[in-house]
């Protein structure tokens, strides 16, 4: 069974970091992008950032530049998001997300980021 | 950045009804459109993607269509498992953004 599960979040006061993972299980993980997505309470979707299979390619939302960081490590079917100068807006339930044929065809159940003093 | 819009925002259907939700791009996506449900306290799950082509497992009610800058998502004959919210999402350039939603509920 595909898996993906998320963790890490947590309560954090602003200017702080965080780092997310995601265990991902299930497939052959270096064969897929993976991203991550978020979700702020009682809002929509707002993809993050997402890395390609290699590594190779990485983008980031706008909103997230400069202050957030993709990485995975293949070895170990994981992936990972670096979050830095965390601001209140950042609160929202984080998802990782499996990319494939141009959609995010698997999910975790997310965890929880919420920033606040 | 591509911004998606979503019509209805939210919609009132009794089980058995034909549901359409309209999704449209600011620009031209070709067909890299795809369609999420998400119900309440879960993740969202792929339904459609490449804006016609049926995710594995999805029910057969389930069918897109559209190209270019407008896409549609139809019910069927709605279900009670169908009372969700709904998003688009365009894949066409990064970043991949997502509709504001369409939540369906029943009447």
């Not at chain 1, 602003?14 to 702020?40: E, K, N």
Request: charged share 15%.
């Amino acid at each position: 069974e595909v898996q993906l599960v998320e963790s890490g979040g947590g309560l954090v006061q602003p200017g702080r970091s965080l780092r997310l993972s995601c265990a991902a299980s299930g497939f052959t993980f270096d064969d897929y992008a993976m991203h991550w997505v978020r979700q702020a309470p009682g809002k929509g979707l707002e993809w993050v950032s997402g890395i390609s299979w290699n590594s190779g390619s990485i983008g980031y939302a706008d909103s997230v530049k400069g202050r957030f960081t993709i990485s995975r490590d293949n070895a170990k079917n994981s992936l990972y998001l670096q979050m830095n100068s965390l601001r209140a807006e950042d609160t929202a339930l984080y998802y990782c997300a499996k990319w494939k044929d141009s959609g995010h065809e698997t999910w975790g159940q997310g965890t929880l980021v919420t920033v606040s003093s | 950045d591509i911004q998606m819009t979503q019509s209805p925002s939210s919609l009132s259907a009794s089980v058995g009804d034909r549901v359409t939700i309209t999704c449209r791009a600011s620009q031209s996506i070709s067909s890299y459109l795809n369609w999420y449900q998400q119900k309440p306290g879960k993740a969202p799950k792929l339904l459609i993607y490449a804006a016609s082509s049926l995710q594995s497992g999805v029910p057969s009610r389930f069918s897109g269509s559209g190209s270019g800058t407008d896409f549609t998502l139809t019910i069927s004959s709605l279900q009670p498992e169908d009372f969700a919210t709904y998003y688009c999402q365009q894949s066409y350039s990064t970043p991949p953004t997502f509709g504001p939603g369409t939540k369906v509920d029943i009447k």
